[in-house]
C-alpha cells in the first residue's frame, strides 16, 4: 500500500488515536479482491487481509484513529458525536493516485462510544458490505469495502449475536457532523479545517474569486446529485442525519437502508424513525435542510463588516439546490423511460408512469425493465385501472414516435437494473452466514456487480420480484 497519511496533521482536538480491539475467534467473512487491486494492495497485503480487516494487524505508516463530529439525528441537535465504534486505520493511494480512506468498524469502544459497545454485529456488516457493493456497481458514488470477518465472540444487542468487523472505504469521512462540532467546540479550527477540505477535495475551488462560496457550491452540486441518484434507483437511506452525509458527496453510514420494491414513496423502512422522517420521497428535502444547516456552520469564516453579505450569498448558493436536483432527477428519469429530456411532455408522462406504479403497487425496478422491453401488455395485465395505464401508453408511445428510438432503448438498458439488493435477498445471505455458510453473500456480490446485464445462471426467482402481499416485509433497524 501508498499511505498518504493526511488527517493526522489536522489539530489533536479533532481525533483520539488509539489501537483496534480485536474480537475473540476472527474469522474470514468476505473480501473483495478487485477492490484490494485497485487500492494496490501487494500479495501480502491480501494473504494478511483476515488480520487487517478485524484489527489484528495495522500499518506502521499511519496510527489509527477515532474522529470527533458532531450532528443533527432526526432534526434534533445532538451534541458531540464521533466514531463511537470505528477506526480509520490507513489512508492510502489508489491506482488512480486518489487518496482513499480505509476505516475499520466494530473495532471496538472510542472516547466517542458514548453508552454504545463499540461493536458492530455480522448481520449489519453484511448488509452495509453488499449495499456499498451494489451502490458503486449502479454508479452511485459510496462507501465500498475491502472485506469483514466474523468470529465466535457473542455482542449483545436485542439478543446475542456474532460480532464482525468491516473495512470500508472512501474518499471521504468528513461529514457535514465536522463543521458542526468545530463551530460549538472549536471555532477556532474553522479557517484551517475548511482550507483543507478543499485543498484535498476540491482543490479546483483554490482558484475561484470566492473559494469557500465556490466550495459550497460544489458541495451542493455533489450532494443534489447523489440523491438524485438515490431516487433513481429506489435507494432510501434510512437515516440521513447531518453527521451521516459527507461534503463529497458519496453515500455513508447507511445501516437501516432499503431498495423500493412496490412503489410507496413514503414507505419507512427505519422502524426508528416513527415519524417517518427520512422516508424516500423525503429525501430530497432533506438534503436541502442538511445543506442549510452546514452552510450556516461556514458564517464564521466570514469578516464581521462582510458577514451579512456572505450570509446572502450562501444562501443564495443554496437556492441552487432544488433546480441542481431536479435537473439530475429529471434527466436520469427521462434516460430511465426511454424518453427525450428535451421534449416537453417527457416529464409529465413520467410522472405519469410513477403515478400508475404507485397506485397499482407495481413493483418498481422490475416496472422499469418491464417498460424498457417492450411488455405493454404484462405491464397492462398487473393493472386493475387499465385505462389508466392505456392513457398513458397512448401518451408514450406519441413522445416517441418520431424520435431516435434505438438510442433512448440504450439509454433505458444504461438506467435500469434488472437487480436490486432487496431486504429478504440481504436477509437470507444474513440467516446463511449466521451458520457460517457465506455461499449467499458470494453469489449476491457476484449478481449485484453487473446489475445492468441479465444473469439468468445466477439469479432465483426472489432476486427480481417483491414479497408476496402476504408474507411480512423484512424490518430493518438502527440497532447495529
Known amino acids: 500500500m501508498h499511505f498518504n497519511p493526511r488527517y493526522a496533521s489536522l489539530d489533536s482536538k479533532l481525533y483520539h488515536q488509539q489501537q483496534p480491539t480485536p474480537l475473540r475467534g476472527a474469522k474470514a467473512g468476505h473480501f473483495n479482491e478487485s477492490l484490494a487491486d485497485e487500492l494496490q494492495w501487494s500479495e501480502e497485503d491480501k494473504a494478511n487481509w483476515v488480520e487487517i480487516c478485524s484489527g489484528q494487524k495495522t500499518f506502521s505508516e499511519f496510527t489509527p484513529l477515532a474522529m470527533v463530529y458532531a450532528g443533527h439525528q432526526f432534526g434534533q441537535w445532538a451534541g458531540q458525536l464521533g466514531d463511537g465504534r470505528g477506526l480509520l486505520i490507513g489512508q492510502i493511494l489508489n491506482q488512480q493516485g486518489q487518496t482513499i480512506d480505509l476505516h475499520l468498524k466494530g473495532a471496538g469502544a472510542t472516547p466517542y462510544s458514548r453508552m454504545g459497545d463499540g461493536r458492530a454485529v455480522l448481520r449489519s456488516v453484511i448488509r452495509e458490505y453488499l449495499a456499498g457493493h451494489a451502490l458503486n456497481a449502479l454508479g452511485i458514488a459510496s462507501s465500498h469495502a475491502v472485506g469483514f470477518t466474523t468470529s465466535t465472540q457473542g455482542v449483545q444487542r436485542e439478543t446475542l449475536e456474532l460480532g464482525a468487523m468491516l473495512l470500508r472505504t ?15 467546540y472549536a471555532p ?3 479557517p484551517e479545517f475548511t482550507q483543507k477540505c478543499i485543498e484535498w477535495h476540491y482543490p479546483e475551488c483554490l482558484n475561484a474569486e470566492q473559494p469557500i462560496l465556490a466550495f459550497a457550491q460544489a458541495v451542493i452540486d455533489r450532494t443534489a446529485l447523489m440523491i438524485a441518484q438515490w431516487q433513481l434507483v429506489g435507494f432510501a437511506h434510512g437515516v440521513m442525519n447531518t453527521d451521516n452525509l459527507n461534503i463529497t458527496g458519496s453515500t455513508l453510514d447507511f445501516g437501516p437502508y432499503g431498495f423500493l420494491e412496490r412503489f410507496r414513496p ?12 427520512y422516508t424516500y420521497q423525503n429525501q430530497p428535502s432533506i438534503g436541502h435542510w442538511n445543506l442549510w444547516k452546514w452552510l450556516n456552520t461556514l458564517i464564521p469564516l466570514a469578516k464581521p463588516e462582510d458577514k451579512e453579505q456572505f450570509k446572502h450569498d450562501l444562501a443564495q448558493c443554496l437556492e441552487q439546490y432544488e433546480p441542481t436536483f431536479l435537473q439530475y432527477y429529471g434527466q436520469g428519469l427521462c434516460k430511465k423511460m426511454g424518453l427525450p429530456n428535451f421534449h416537453k411532455d417527457s416529464l409529465d408522462c413520467s410522472f405519469a408512469f410513477l403515478g400508475i406504479l404507485q397506485s397499482e403497487q407495481l413493483d418498481y425496478t422490475q416496472s422499469f425493465i418491464r417498460l424498457q422491453q417492450h411488455e405493454y401488455k404484462a405491464l397492462r395485465d398487473d393493472c386493475i385501472d387499465v385505462q389508466q395505464f392505456d392513457n398513458f401508453l397512448t401518451r408514450y408511445q406519441n413522445i416517441r414516435q418520431h424520435q431516435d428510438t434505438d438510442e433512448l432503448d440504450l439509454a433505458m438498458q444504461q438506467a435500469n437494473p434488472h437487480y436490486i439488493l432487496r431486504n429478504h435477498m440481504a436477509q437470507k445471505a444474513i440467516e446463511l452466514a449466521e451458520r457460517g455458510d457465506f455461499s449467499e453473500v458470494e453469489r449476491l456480490f457476484q449478481l449485484l456487480n453487473q446489475p445492468y446485464q441479465k444473469q439468468p445462471d445466477l439469479e432465483t426467482e426472489q432476486d427480481i420480484a417483491p414479497l408476496p402481499s402476504d408474507v411480512p416485509e423484512v424490518v430493518v433497524s438502527c440497532s447495529s
Open 170 to 184: 472512501s474518499e471521504c469521512h468528513i461529514r457535514f457532523g465536522h463543521f458542526e462540532w468545530i463551530n460549538q
Open 266 to 277: 413514503n414507505w419507512i423502512n427505519n422502524h426508528s424513525d416513527y415519524q417517518g422522517r
Open 188 to 190: 477556532e479550527l474553522l
